[in-house]
């Protein structure tokens, strides 16, 4: 019994030529994998980033301050100190200890009948003088303390800040890698679909020639 055409080209595994071709076709401009995938991967830096975003926008704001700190200090330690120093104000319980210490004295010498006498008064005066020597001292040793703890947590900013940013940069670069090795083999996978259909169509022909001749 004589084979129709149609039952030739099934016989050789082409089933209809049309729509063999149909189907390399089909396989070489379907939807993309790297292109799905994409659609996700795009997403990662904006769901990271508004976590990511405030500590590097912190550690750059950070930086400026910190430096400029550093180099006032470094520049002039001494300057540093006197700028803190302008600041300074007595503490609450200087003017009580001033008078307790003061009466103490003038009671001292009225008992041994120096009350009013130079000796007196010069021994008032290096009392005041070394109380507020104390108390500048004790106020300039808080203030630097406090002045030690906010270059510390500005540095602390900066520091979370440079990671923030190095979290960042890592994962974009992760995710650019990784686009671009799908984007990659799907590439060799479309050039290799391409030869399959070529040297698909190509062997065809001799034997549809034959067919059709």
């Given at each position: 019994?004589?084979?129709?055409?149609?039952?030739?080209?099934?016989?050789?595994?082409?089933?209809?030529?049309?729509?063999?071709?149909?189907?390399i076709?089909?396989?070489?401009?379907?939807?993309?994998?790297?292109?799905?995938?994409?659609?996700?991967?795009?997403k990662?830096?904006?769901?990271?980033?508004q976590?990511?975003?405030?500590?590097?926008?912190?550690?750059?704001?950070?930086?400026?301050?910190?430096q400029?700190?550093?180099?006032?200090?470094?520049?002039?330690?001494?300057?540093?100190?006197?700028?803190?120093?302008?600041?300074?104000?007595?503490?609450?319980?200087?003017?009580?200890?001033?008078?307790?210490?003061?009466?103490?004295?003038?009671?001292?010498?009225?008992?041994?009948?120096?009350?009013?006498?130079?000796?007196?008064?010069a021994?008032?005066?290096a009392?005041?003088?070394?109380?507020?020597?104390q108390?500048?001292?004790?106020?300039?040793?808080?203030a630097?303390?406090?002045?030690?703890?906010?270059?510390?947590?500005?540095?602390?900013?900066?520091?979370?800040g440079?990671?923030a940013?190095?979290?960042?940069?890592?994962?974009?670069?992760?995710?650019?890698?990784?686009?671009?090795?799908?984007?990659?083999?799907?590439?060799?996978?479309?050039?290799?679909?391409?030869?399959?259909?070529?040297?698909?169509?190509?062997?065809?022909?001799?034997?549809?020639?034959?067919?059709?001749?």
């Amino acid at each position: 019994m004589a084979l129709s055409q149609e039952d030739l080209l099934k016989m050789y595994g082409y089933g209809s030529f049309g729509s063999g071709i149909g189907s390399i076709i089909g396989n070489i401009f379907g939807k993309s994998p790297v292109d799905a995938a994409n659609k996700y991967l795009n997403k990662i830096p904006g769901q990271a980033g508004q976590y990511l975003q405030p500590y590097s926008q912190y550690g750059q704001q950070s930086l400026p301050m910190l430096q400029d700190q550093y180099n006032s200090l470094l520049g002039s330690p001494g300057g540093k100190l006197n700028e803190i120093g302008q600041n300074y104000q007595q503490s609450p319980g200087f003017k009580f200890a001033l008078d307790q210490a003061l009466a103490a004295g003038n009671r001292s010498a009225a008992a041994g009948g120096m009350a009013g006498s130079p000796a007196a008064q010069a021994q008032n005066m290096a009392t005041a003088t070394g109380l507020a020597n104390q108390d500048y001292n004790d106020w300039m040793h808080n203030a630097l303390g406090l002045y030690g703890e906010g270059l510390h947590g500005q540095q602390g900013m900066a520091e979370h800040g440079q990671q923030a940013g190095q979290s960042m940069a890592d994962m974009i670069s992760a995710q650019l890698a990784q686009q671009a090795n799908m984007a990659y083999g799907q590439q060799s996978a479309k050039n290799q679909n391409w030869g399959n259909a070529f040297s698909n169509i190509i062997g065809s022909l001799p034997f549809i020639g034959g067919i059709f001749s």
